[in-house]
T-cell receptor, first 111, second 117 residues
Framework: GQNIDQPTEMTATEGAIVQINCTYQTSGFNGLFWYQQHAGEAPTFLSYNVLDGLEEKGRFSSFLSRSKGYSYLLLKELQMKDSASYLCAVHGSGNTGKLIFGQGTTLQVKP | DSGVTQTPKHLITATGQRVTLRCSPRSGDLSVYWYQQSLDQGLQFLIQYYNGEERAKGNILERFSAQQFPDLHSELNLSSLELGDSALYFC????????????????FGPGTRLTVL
């Protein structure tokens, strides 16, 4: 089967660092995406990993270990506007663009 | 603004009815995807079209159907609506998305919020 696991909720303090983990078991792997989604709005792209290692993009970094079926999203210097859901999605196998999404992690940033 | 447009923004209807949701992809994108997001579920993939042809199917109910037209816009038809169909329906588009191993960032539209009463 296909399974993507993320923590349901996390809380962090403004200015701090938070790591959101994602583990996956999918039939095939062609890349892993992280999206940010504010309540009632469209998901917006944050990062993409297809090879093992760390991808850094400003305050956001994403890590991938394909052998462990594991990724994390690291958010630094947290701001109140970072309060949102963070979705981990795997581009699986086959000649399709289908993304398999996890349930999402709701992050609350407190002052 | 992702460049993907969806209409209508909100839709309220009754059980047993039929509705059509419309999506226009970003200029140049050939793939369109439909996702359903209900309160207790994550984003669930429904169906993908690539350049007018169905490319992948997810857990889409038989009561639901979709198509992509020659101008690449897409419509999702939902019929015999039930209370449980109430959800946010997102359309996304990507340039390609038909080949394994090819980078496939999907750009999401603002969604259509469907409420079935």
């Amino acid at each position: 089967g296909q399974n993507i696991d993320q923590p349901t909720e996390m809380t962090a303090t403004e200015g701090a660092i938070v790591q959101i983990n994602c583990t996956y078991q999918t039939s095939g792997f062609n890349g892993l995406f992280w999206y940010q989604q504010h309540a009632g709005e469209a998901p917006t792209f944050l990062s993409y990993n297809v090879l093992d290692g760390l991808e850094e993009k400003g305050r956001f970094s994403s890590f991938l270990s394909r052998s462990k079926g594991y990724s994390y999203l690291l958010l630094k210097e947290l701001q109140m506007k970072d309060s949102a859901s963070y979705l981990c999605a795997v581009h699986g196998s086959g000649n399709t663009g289908k993304l398999i999404f996890g349930q999402g992690t709701t992050l609350q940033v407190k002052p | 603004d992702s460049g993907v447009t969806q209409t209508p923004k909100h839709l309220i209807t009754a059980t047993g009815q039929r509705v059509t949701l419309r999506c226009s992809p970003r200029s140049g994108d050939l793939s369109v995807y439909w996702y359903q997001q209900s309160l207790d579920q994550g984003l669930q993939f429904l169906i993908q079209y690539y350049n007018g042809e169905e490319r992948a199917k997810g857990n889409i109910l038989e009561r639901f159907s979709a198509q992509q037209f020659p101008d690449l816009h897409s419509e999702l038809n939902l019929s015999s609506l039930e209370l449980g169909d109430s959800a946010l329906y997102f359309c996304a588009s990507s340039v390609g998305g038909s080949l394994a191993g090819v980078y496939n960032e999907q750009f999401f539209g603002p969604g259509t919020r469907l409420t079935v009463l």
